[in-house]
Structures are given as C-alpha cells and as structure tokens.
C-alpha cells in the first residue's frame, strides 16, 4: 500500500514545492521509495528544484494522454536510490489533467512502481490542479507561513480537504493533517512583530510536523537545484530533516523557536 | 541601527494579526459548508411568498445548520406589520 501525501498551501509562495522535494528527498534517503508529482500544469517548477531540469523527456500530461509510458516519463533522482521525479506538463491546456488519467498515474506507480510514498505537490490557488492533488491524498501537509493571508489561506484549504476530497466524499476515515510552518523568524515572534507558533497552531487547530526557520540557504540550494534537507548542516535543512524523521515516528523535539543568542558585537553592529 | 533599537517603541502587530484571523475564520467557517442551491432556494422562496405578501428579498434568510447526525434548514421571513395582521 502506498501512502499518497499532498503538499498544499492555497496562497503561493509559501514553500509548497521547496517542501515538496525536501520531504520526498528526505523519505527516498531513508530508503523508502518514494515519488514525487509536479501537480502545476503549465509552471513546472518542481524539476528545477530538484535539479533535473534537463533530464525532462516526458511529463505528467504524455502520460495521461497515453503519448508516453509512465516508466518513461518519470525521472530516477541521481543523488538518492528510491527518489522518483515525475514532471508538470508546460502546456497551457488546464484541462488536461483528468481524475481518472491522475488515479491511473497513482495506481500505478503503487502497484508497478511499488512506491511507499507519493507526494501530491499542489498548484497554489483552488482551482482544478490543486483540486485534482488533494483528491486521492490520505495525509496532507499543509505549509503555511507566520502571516495573515497564509494562514487563512491554509484554513481554506483545509475546509476543502475535510469536504471535497476521496475520503470526505467516499465517507472514509478523514484525511489526517500536518502543519508545516515554514520561513520563521523567531526574533520578530519574540519582538510581537510575527505570529507565534502557538497562535498559528491556535487558530488552524492541526498537529504541527515541522517549523522550518528563514534561511538564506534555501534560496541558495534552490539556485544549484539541490533540495534543501540534502544541504548539510543549514538549520532549514535540519528543520527539513527533522521533519521527515517525526513523520516516520521518531521523537524530535521542535526546534529554533527561541532566537539565536547574539554576541555583545552582534547585537551593537548588527548581523 | 541596532545600538539604539530598544528605543524605538515596537508595535506588538502580532496580536493584532492574531485576533482579526480568529474573527475572519470564525465567519468563513460557519458559511464554509453551504451548499451551492441555498441562493436559489432563497430567491424560489421569495418568490412564493411574494405572491402573499409584499416582502422585501433581504427579509428572506435562509441557513442550514449541520450537527452530528441531522441537519436543521432554517428559514426566518420578517413581514411588514400590516402584512402580518391584515
């Protein structure tokens, strides 16, 4: 059995493909198979996230449409065994992607590809591709930044994962939800300029798996086409990590919600 | 500059931010789950109880309310004084 994960924000640019690739990095590296699916017809951006940008023969929509094998079109990651890439079509055709041609995809890749996890990465927005991600999803990671209208953002689409998905509609055990609260800046929380872990997780009412810290390190590791959780010792990394290891059930502690202590020069001259 | 940042007063927007989502989400949840017909079945009502009385189509409210194991479609028409007598 497969476990079939969406990645979805409803606001853009909160972190959703950056999470993407780090959580399906992260699983692969583990050694469990897993796949990750670009959902975001016409703006591919997952592959070059994940650095595999030139390897792209053919996508998610060949494969629907019959033009390409699924074995073709998926890309095998070169750092990490288990990692499978499978590309958004660029065509401006939104209604290319179908439920059934989206559900054959996912069987597939569960009963020929053997995938232990598959990772659903979300268009922003709530229209049919960020539908057609979370329809199938049994687990939603849910990421959301420290700021108003990504926080209600994210409150919609959990109204929409508790209504509109497989599970809601067939009346099975509801989709379970994490909480990914990515670029957070601990100092400006303390400072009361940015919300507070405890107020996000108040308001949305969903358990936390992950608070990933702002770090210059993610804009770098996506310029070189290297997810983030493969980048060493970066504290977003380790976030990133930290969050596939609670995933799997381990015990790790949240982390980097305190501000960093500063040096007596720091705190005179700035960083 | 840092040296002289305590000085400034900071604003605590934080909290700010916090109370205007728990008001916005508190509204948006409890209009989340109507269903899509419940225009329509307000401007069909009207339209019947038109034929009765002269009503105004903002008195018409029409809410359903989900619980555990029912729902409850609640319909509350204000009339006009002498509507209501006449």
């Known amino acids: 059995m497969s476990k079939v994960i969406v990645v979805t924000s409803g606001k853009g640019g909160v972190g959703k493909t950056t999470t993407s690739a780090s959580f399906a990095a992260g699983l692969a590296k583990r050694g469990h198979k897993t796949a990750v699916i670009d959902f975001d017809i016409g703006l591919r951006n997952l592959d070059l996230i994940m650095g595999c940008e030139r390897r792209v023969v053919y996508d998610f929509i060949n494969v629907i449409n019959g033009d390409a094998t699924l074995n073709q079109a998926l890309i095998r990651d070169k750092r990490v065994d288990n990692l499978l890439v499978l590309p958004a079509s660029q065509t401006r055709d939104k209604d290319a992607l179908t439920l059934e041609g989206v559900g054959k995809v996912l069987h597939e890749l569960e009963h020929d590809f053997h995938c232990e996890y598959i990772i659903c990465d979300s268009p922003a927005g709530i229209e049919k591709g960020a539908f057609l991600a979370l329809y199938f999803a049994d687990e939603a990671i849910v990421v959301t930044n420290p700021e108003v209208s990504s926080v209600r953002d994210a409150d919609r689409i959990l109204g929409i994962l508790s209504s509109k998905s497989r599970r809601a509609v067939e009346g099975l055990d509801p989709v379970r939800e994490h909480l990914l609260v990515a670029r957070y800046d601990a100092r400006r929380v303390v400072g009361g300029e940015m919300l507070g872990l405890d107020d996000i997780k108040g308001i949305l009412g969903i358990p936390i798996l992950g608070v990933v810290p702002e770090s210059p390190a993610v804009l770098q590791s996506s310029n070189i086409g290297t997810p983030i959780v493969l980048d060493g010792g970066d504290p977003a990394a380790v976030a990133y990590n930290d969050m596939v290891d609670r995933y799997l059930g381990q015990d790790r502690p949240l982390r980097f919600l305190e501000p960093e202590k500063k040096g007596l020069l720091k705190r005179l001259f700035g960083s | ?86």
């Open chain 2, 1 to 86: 500059m840092p040296l002289f940042e305590f000085l400034r007063r900071q604003p605590k927007t934080a909290r700010v931010a916090k109370e205007r989502l728990q008001i916005i989400l508190a509204h948006e949840r409890a209009h989340r789950n109507a269903p899509d017909f419940l225009p329509t079945l307000q401007q069909e009502i009207l339209k019947v109880v038109e034929k009765y009385f002269p009503i105004e189509p903002e008195t018409v409210k029409v809410n359903l309310e989900r619980h555990a194991t029912y729902a409850r479609l609640e319909l509350n028409i204000a009339l006009p004084l002498q509507a209501a007598t006449g």
